[in-house]
């Protein structure tokens, strides 16, 4: 409890209950409590409750914090995993044997990677332009579409529109969100 008085500058004492403890453990020393526990007692009573935790509101707010900290790693780890792929793919891995929910992720990091590329692009064109050299400039394009195989072919016929999901993984009971804009200029997979 001192060092919480210390961190948080307040005023603080506590009361432990032990479950064979006929007497309560108080801390600093039982005058020290009373004189804090009238304080909090004379404060207007939304004062009072403004920060208080139990228990198991404690327990659900760092259980709640936890599961977002999961999430979030998860949805690194997916990222990370689908930046692996892709680097498979542009040395010649095959999309054959991957399903839609993979198809759909890998769509989404490609989008994102070539935004980012696109980015950068312009940020050197605009340093060039801003420099007064204009002899290189470099020009941002779409990636080039990808050679269609059959069963790809089948798998563009049989969706007319792939939108790219948020990245997520198949533990997560949450629905998937979708993300507006892949392939903008077709809406398709091979647009990529």
Known sequence: MSEITTLCDV?????????????????????????????????????QTKKQLNMETFLRQRIDKTREQLRKQKKENRKKEMSILMSQCLTGRSLQDLNMGDLNDLGWVVYHTVKEINKKVKKVNDELAWSGSSQVQVVPTSPPPPSISGEMMNLQQAQSQVVPMEMTTPEDQQPQQQLAGLGANTGRLSAL
């Open 11 to 47: 005023e603080a004492c506590a009361v432990v209950y032990g479950q064979n403890d006929t007497q309560p453990e108080v801390w600093p020393f039982p005058s020290g409590v009373q004189s804090t526990y009238a304080k909090l007692r004379e404060m207007p009573s939304m004062e």
